[in-house]
């Protein structure tokens, strides 16, 4: 296994047989719904997403329009795409050459206190659901709350719902104590399905080695962002990360907990926009802080359409090929295949 993002020579023919063989999934995208999506998923080879579709902070009725809305514009682009509610479907997606979406609100807001409806939104496609998103809800706290009191006894009986109806519990956006306690209550693997390693790049959103340690000890695994501002060198803090630095988190992890626990989460928002940024910096504060337009992602990873990018620089840094499968959608699959 490589520990090191060393860049060497490697065969481009090796690099494009294995991305073309292997399952790829981005485990965090924000999609938008236009027939230039498809180019990008297809150009970079991608077989499956998950999709934030609904806004984290939207209500109930806001939620289910948001969800409708997708489900319609998924039947109506069906030789592009479908709804994956199963791990067949994903296959299903790689062999006639479409995209699996896969539904992953991103809080659990819009279901509030009423336990029953996670089932109806279980009906619906959701497969991956967040429980926080930066701030306290009933179910624990987010990342971005000052006290984080762990999950809270309704927040227990919530993810045991959510294990008993086979949805994903993500922890991405959680505060540190309540993705620990969450790990703790399930019996099925969780994950954090974008985010970075605290120890390479301090911030907010990054996890701790512990939580890293917690969640990969339930099966699960952590899906490393893209974005410069969570990437980026604590010594060179303006300095756009390279591909190297993307598998330097990588590797960072892998060593920490095992190949079988890393996966690709890189949190790209399609929709995203400068004054979206500035909006969203005024709503959350300066998560993404103020990197100039063009260097807000990863070098050479700028779009799905650069997908390819992370198997060429996993096989440059000396990754086997079994090691790299895991790593751009196999580890995601196994994740998958145990909890659905």
């Not at 399952?23 to 150009?43: A, L, T, W």
């Not at 609904?54 to 069906?78: H, Q, V």
């Not at 809800?137 to 987010?142: A, D, E, P, V």
């Not at 630095?245 to 626990?261: K, M």
Request: a negative charge.
């Amino acid at each position: 296994m490589a520990t090191t993002a060393t860049r060497s020579k490697v065969d481009e023919q090796r690099v494009e047989k294995l991305h073309e063989e292997a399952i790829v999934i981005d485990g965090s995208i924000v999609i938008d719904m236009v027939p230039e999506h498809f180019d990008r998923v297809k150009r970079g080879g991608v077989t499956a997403v998950n999709h934030t579709v609904t806004d984290p902070y939207a209500g109930l009725m806001d939620s289910l329009k948001e969800i409708e809305f997708c489900r319609k514009w998924i039947r109506e682009n069906a030789e592009h795409a479908l709804l994956a509610r199963s791990v067949a479907d994903i296959h299903e997606a790689k062999r006639s050459g479409r995209e699996a979406v896969i539904f992953g609100p991103q809080n659990t807001e819009m279901i509030g206190l009423d336990l029953e409806l996670l089932g109806t939104f279980h009906e619906l496609g959701v497969r991956i659901l967040q429980l926080t998103y930066q701030r306290q809800n009933w179910i624990g706290s987010g990342c971005g709350e000052k006290r984080d009191a762990g999950l809270t006894q309704y927040g227990r009986r919530f993810v045991q719902e959510m294990e008993a109806l086979g949805i994903v519990v993500d922890l991405s956006h959680c505060g540190p104590q309540t993705a620990a306690d969450a790990a703790d209550v399930s019996r099925n693997p969780v994950i954090f399905s974008h985010a970075h390693p605290h120890s390479l790049s301090p911030h907010i959103r990054a996890k701790t080695d512990d939580n890293i340690k917690r969640v990969a000890a339930t099966g699960g695994l952590i899906g490393i962002t893209g974005l410069s501002p969570y990437l980026y060198y604590p010594d060179k803090p303006t300095t756009q990360p390279t591909m190297e630095r993307y598998v330097e988190h990588i590797a960072y992890v892998a060593d920490l907990v095992g190949i079988d626990h890393v996966s690709v989460g890189l949190d790209y928002d399609e929709t995203f926009t400068p004054q979206k940024r500035e909006d969203s910096a005024k709503k959350h504060g300066a998560l993404l802080g103020q990197w100039p337009w063009p260097e807000r992602r990863c070098k050479d990873l700028n779009d799905a359409g650069d997908m390819i990018s992370i198997t060429r620089a996993l096989l440059a840094a000396g990754y086997a090929d079994t090691d790299t499968r895991k790593v751009v959608g196999g580890n995601l699959m196994r994740v998958f295949e145990a909890v659905w």
